[in-house]
């Protein structure tokens, strides 16, 4: 990723100061949009053993290594997820500067397999695998050259041939030994190849002071860190990523830091629709983000999570909040 590109600050649109709370909500109710490509169904439940916890369906293989739900509701906000960090990277699906003649492509946590799909059809002649911990990628319409694998992996490689470019995105609390993965793309990385790692500093953040720290939301922030930190996974890889990737050897680093809006309060029309897709996959997310790692590992009780993420929720929802974070 020997350069630095960090995003301006983010100009406020003060006609998104809504004095009605309803008419904030209806309006950003308007803009939910089902992102789930046609061809990205999932493998029906009577494929493989999942594990139902209060409410929401979790990974089997390698039980209990990966927090995060992997139902259809997950699903769907992971393909928002998708959306918004192709926006951000200005409708590109990697900024690698990799050529057309690539064979090889390995995505790494591959999620629903939308990023490889879509892969595969901008780069017809390159075979794409990508690795998760679930079968919720698509077995019907894919295209030919993009194949799935349930894998660790944090396992040791056993892959025989070598990638051309290797793809590691969104995989903030999912990773115990960052610096191994890293040396392991390095491994596995082809002569004159790339390896592209795109991840969240979670640390919220304002440039207005509208961000409170004190809030419900910044007191689950702290109980999410301490929660992440007893399961032994990095919350915000992304500030050590250039570390990382220089450790394990590679040359030609470039480090571009991208600000990234929660809410619909920014001037600039492309970063609106960013924020507006970011607080929706939060908002979605923030029960699944909460129930195993606060239940397994604090110790709270299903209902308590409940009226708690209800708490975070309304603060999430306040559209004078000009919360961000950075990519």
């Not at 993009?146 to 051309?164: A, L």
């Not at 239940?295 to 999430?316: C, H, M, T, Y």
Request: hydrophobic share 35%.
């Amino acid at each position: 990723m020997a350069s630095t590109d960090d995003s301006p600050p983010i100009s406020v649109d003060s006609e998104t100061e809504y004095s009605d709370q309803g008419a904030y909500e209806e309006d950003l109710s308007v803009s939910t949009l089902r992102l789930r490509s046609t061809f990205a169904q999932s493998l029906i439940s009577s494929v493989v053993n999942y594990n139902y916890e209060n409410g929401r369906r979790y990974h089997t293989f390698r039980e209990g290594a990966y927090i995060f739900p992997n139902d259809e509701k997950e699903s769907n906000r992971l393909d928002i997820v998708h959306h918004m960090m192709t926006m951000l990277c200005d409708e590109r699906l990697h900024l690698a500067p990799i050529g057309p003649r690539l064979l090889n492509i390995l995505d790494i946590g591959s999620g629903t397999g939308l990023w490889c799909c879509q892969m595969g059809d901008e780069y017809p002649s390159a075979e794409i695998l990508g690795v998760d911990l679930s079968a919720t990628q698509p077995i019907y319409g894919a295209p030919d050259n993009v194949r799935f694998e349930i894998d660790d992996v944090e396992s040791d490689w056993t892959f025989i041939n070598t990638f051309d470019y290797i793809h590691c995105r969104y995989m903030y609390a999912s990773i115990i030994d960052w610096p191994r993965l890293v040396r392991q793309c390095f491994n596995h990385v082809a002569p004159n190849g790339w390896a592209e790692f795109q991840d969240f500093d979670v640390e919220w953040y304002s440039d207005d002071g509208t961000y409170d720290r004190e809030s419900a939301l910044g007191r689950w922030f702290k109980l999410f860190h301490e929660a992440a930190a007893q399961h032994g996974r990095e919350l915000s890889p992304g500030p050590s990523l250039e570390g990382w990737v220089r450790d394990a050897g590679f040359k030609d680093v470039v480090v571009r830091r991208i600000r990234v809006p929660v809410g619909r309060w920014p001037k600039d029309e492309r970063l609106k629709t960013v924020g507006t897709w970011n607080l929706l996959q939060v908002i979605d997310g923030m029960e699944g983000f909460s129930m195993a790692l606060f239940s397994r590992i604090l110790g709270w009780s299903p209902d308590a999570i409940q009226n708690f993420v209800a708490e975070v929720v309304k603060d999430l929802r306040n559209p004078k909040m000009h919360a961000q974070f950075d990519l």
